[in-house]
């Protein structure tokens, strides 16, 4: 198995305290979220066919992932998935693939985490209580509301009757636009989340990402301020794991390659949506203006270059954040088919793309030509101009050849 898989997998541990192939593949960029949800309203029979890449390469990753878990103890458990339409008994299926879908419906918890025998498990308030967070996590607030008034009738000094209210009243308020986006953002940041989660458990997106949906609907025209960053499309359609909005949230605010903010959710979006030269100039530009700003291992979703930015910070001696951009240059060579001419990425605040970036670019991309066996007087051009501008990236470049 892959340290890839096994970072990724301890980090829905250490995150969820379990592990689910659905969250695998979210926070791998394998599955857009609203596609998920498409597919729990019966828009599709099968969700794989939503899935970006090979098939076979997803089921080996699921299969790798389950291994480690089985390796570490963890306990096997059966995912079970329903409509979340009228007819909520109806089983959905993964994949027409037996054992691409046996991955997905099976997750992993510690031993010692499953539920142990309650004396009130059958008692008829919480089976009530039961019923109206099921019907919250399965998106019918009608239910919710209508097990909520029983519950009140019931056990009118019920611990949690109040937290529940809140959630319902927020479930009941989906199709009511938000007329006060900053108080809403307020109450679902410091209320709504901490008790979704709290009573939802692994399912509270299932109500979270509807609300942080219609607080993107409420503030599609809202113009940028870096003073409360965010109050914008861009961040609220973020929580709510939809990249394609992030995405053309950013791009239309006029200076958005000069804010750290918005760079950053530019390439986190574009990373998601498997834009890889797009993503990269977007770290680059954070890298060249922002380098105090820029930590690309904490959050990039893109593993390759979260493990060449942890080789970076190791370099002996220490390089500027500044050079990271030239130095993947170095280990990647192949990017310079894939990222665009420096002489066509504009100076930002005053800053071009570094000489010394320019130099590398250019000589890399003179050694991928079918003449590159022997170097042309141009190469070595560049090759005087790069060790005059940074000898210690001349170095790393002597050494990579």
Known sequence: ???DIQHQVDQLLLEQGEYLPLEFLLQEGRLLYADYEAWRNGEFDYLDKALFGDHEHIKQQLTQAADYLQRRGWQAEPIVYHSWLDDTTRRLHFSQ?????????QGYHKPED??????????????LFNGITQALMNRNPPEARRLLEQLYDMAPDHARLGELEHLVEAAEGLGTPSDNAAADMQMLQQTLTPLAKSLLGKNSRNLLIPLWRRLSAALQNQPYQSTNPTLHPSYTASQSMDWETVHHAVESEPNWHTDAVLLLRHARACEYLHQKPEALLSWFKLCWQFPAQCDIFESSNDHELRQQWIHFLELEPEMPVQSFPAWLLLTKPGLVRQLPEPDSIPEINDIA?????????????ERMQPHAKNESDNAMALRAQLKQQDPELFQHFLNNI
């Open 1 to 3: 198995m892959t340290q």
């Open 97 to 105: 693939n037996d054992a691409l879908d046996q991955c997905f419906h």
């Open 353 to 365: 793309c570094p000489a010394s970036y320019v130099a590398l670019y250019q000589l890399q991309y």
């Open 114 to 127: 499953q539920p142990q025998m309650d004396l009130f498990t059958d008692a008829p308030a919480t089976t």
